[in-house]
Every structure is written in C-alpha cells, then in structure tokens.
C-alpha cells in the first residue's frame, strides 16, 4: 500500500476493456512518459490482466489494481474475487462505489464500506467514488448526496485507515458523458469535501481526484485547480497515446 501521499495521482479505469496482450501493449508506450512521471500513474486492470502486468509495471513507476472485490475474506461466492487474491496477484489498489457498480449491480453504501474495511485490512489502497446524479445535481443536492454517500462508506475506519483512502468525486451524469464539470465548480465541491472529511476526522491530507470524461483536452484545468490532487479516467484510459499526453501535461503543473 502507499505509504506517502502522493502529490498527483493520474488513475486510468480500463472497466471491461483489454485483453492481457493489449493491456502488455499500453505499458509499453506509456512507459517513457510514466518513467519520469512525478505524479503516480494507476491503472486498475480487469481482474484477468493484473498479474501478466503488477511486476513489469512496478519497474514503469505504475501501480496496478482492480476495479472491484468482494467483501468477505474468502468463501463460496461463485464467481467472486476477494482482496488476498488481488494482492496475491499484484494489486496495489482497488477501486470502489464506482457509479457503475452502484447503478449496474446495486452496490449500497454499506457493502463499499465493508468492501473498503476489508480492503485496508488486505493492505489494497482504497479508491472511494462518490458522486451525485444528474437529478440531483440540478435539485441543488450534490452536497447532501456526497456527505451521505462519505460518512456511510467510511463509517468505522479510523483516522490512520481514512488516510490509506484516495477519493474520486465523479458526477455520474459526467460519467463517459463528455459532459465534464466545469473545473472551478469541481474545485468548489471538492473543497466541500474536504470539510466533510475534516469533520469526520480524517486528518486533512486525504487526496480527492476527479472523474467524468476527463480528456487531453481538459485535463490541465482539473489539474491545475485548488484542491484538486489528480484524476480518474475512463474512456481517455484506453488510448496509450492519450494517456500518455495527460501524465506529460501533469509535468507542467507546480
Ligand atoms: P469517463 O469515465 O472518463 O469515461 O467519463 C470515468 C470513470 O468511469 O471513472
């Protein structure tokens, strides 16, 4: 697991997407770009590809993980994978409460929160997804969802686990949208985050990223916004090249 914060993390979400041989390919190219890299390059893999790349990612300065796990520690749960075997295999991190596992499989506040528990016990880094739906957005709700969503997931977990934990705040509705926040407005809520989490006793170094159609385009002005400490990518993750042009761009940033 991490033991610093990092001061910039650029975190690719591959979801269901690469084979071992394509995701060997990705590496590759990234490589010289990660190499220099000051920030810390993540890629959460399929479950399928983590152990083909966790050792010659860590010679690339890029840390491998999942993009989900169970919450109990082993078991008969057909089809399931725990947090031991993603260690086992090479994982650093784990994502989790992506939307998409919320939406998609019914994911409530209280599994991610055993699933985190269970995570930090496994030594897995945490990323914790929050986020607020289109509806709620417009209803003016964002904060109430957010504050919800972060004290149910992270109830329980003590000041030195909180720290473990990496927070990426991602609209859903900006979710492989193209419709990304304006990053004034996401530097905004991610200030109100940090309150919340202050107020929950988290020591204040938590690092909170953000997610929703980041691009090469618009990656500078999340990255250089007040509170901001990095990104979650998705669809602009697949493309080595693109990739690669968003780890560089973090290099101009102070
Ligand atoms: P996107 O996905 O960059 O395609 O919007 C982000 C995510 O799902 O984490």
Redesign the pocket.
């Known amino acids: 697991m991490a033991k610093a914060a990092a001061s910039r993390y650029i975190v690719g ?1 591959w ?1 269901m997407y690469k084979t071992i041989e394509e995701a060997l390919h990705f590496i590759d190219t990234i490589a010289p770009s990660a190499q220099k890299s000051k920030a810390k390059i993540m890629l959460a893999a399929p479950f399928t590809a983590i152990k083909s790349l966790s050792d010659k990612a860590k010679a690339d300065n890029i840390a491998i993980g999942a993009q989900n796990m169970n919450d109990a520690s082993e078991g008969a749960f057909t089809g399931e994978v725990a947090a031991r075997m993603l260690k086992d295999a090479g994982a650093e991190f784990v ?1 989790l409460g ?3 596992r919320r939406t998609l499989y019914s994911e409530t506040n209280d599994l991610i929160n055993r699933k985190i528990k269970r995570a930090l016990e496994s030594e897995l880094q945490p990323i914790l ?1 929050i986020g607020e739906s289109y509806d709620e957005h417009q209803a003016g709700a964002t904060e109430e969802v957010l504050k919800l969503q972060l004290t149910s997931c992270l109830q329980g977990i003590e000041k030195q686990g909180l720290s473990q934990v990496i927070i ?1 705040y ?1 609209p859903i509705w ?4 193209g419709l ?1 926040l304006d990053a004034k407005i996401a530097s905004q809520t991610h200030k109100s985050i940090q309150s919340m989490l202050k107020e929950m006793g988290a020591d204040g170094k938590i690092s909170i990223i953000y ?5 090469a385009s618009n990656a500078e002005s999340f990255l250089s916004a007040d509170a901001i400490s990095g990104l ?6 697949l493309h080595p090249e693109t990739f690669a042009k968003i780890i560089e761009l973090s290099q101009n940033i102070g």
Do not use: D, M, Q
């Open positions: 979400n979801k994502i992506h939307s998409e997804c990426a991602e900006a979710i492989g949208t990304s997610g929703g159609s980041v691009n979650l990518i998705g669809s602009a993750s």
